[in-house]
């Protein structure tokens, strides 16, 4: 099983952005899937959450303007980000609880993806 995350870039305050995240491989069912990130000089923090029945969670500091989604068919989370500022700035991983026959239920992380929000 492999998470390939993708979407960051280089945006202007108050832009946004889209992330993506594709699961594949021997794939059986998708738990939750979550984003968190990580700024220079700073742990890891959750950003967004979302359960298999969709029910979501977010951080304080993104509710009202990141979205998080999925499209079980094809195995890939989202997260709308919106209204971007520089405190966004981070590398953005996805994070999902995949269950395979081979392996049962684990976490899997993607590579990570570099949002970049100037001023």
């Known amino acids: 099983v492999q998470l390939q995350a993708s979407g960051g870039g280089l945006v202007q305050a108050g832009e946004s952005l889209k992330l993506s995240c594709v699961a594949s491989?021997?794939?059986?069912?998708?738990?939750?899937m979550t984003w968190y990130r990580q700024a220079p000089g700073k742990q890891r923090e959750l950003v967004a959450a979302?359960?298999?029945?969709?029910?979501?969670n977010y951080a304080d500091s993104v509710k009202g303007r990141f979205t998080i989604s999925r499209d079980n068919a094809k195995n890939t989370g989202y997260l709308q980000m919106n209204n971007l500022s520089p405190e966004d700035t981070a590398v953005y991983y996805c994070?999902?609880?995949?269950?395979?026959?081979?392996?049962?239920?684990?976490?899997?992380w993607g590579q990570g993806t570099l949002v970049t929000v100037s001023s």
């Open positions: 994070n999902a609880r995949i269950y395979t026959f081979t392996r049962g239920s684990n976490d899997y």
């Open positions: 491989g021997r794939i059986v069912s998708i738990n939750a």
């Open positions: 979302i359960t298999s029945g969709d029910t979501t």
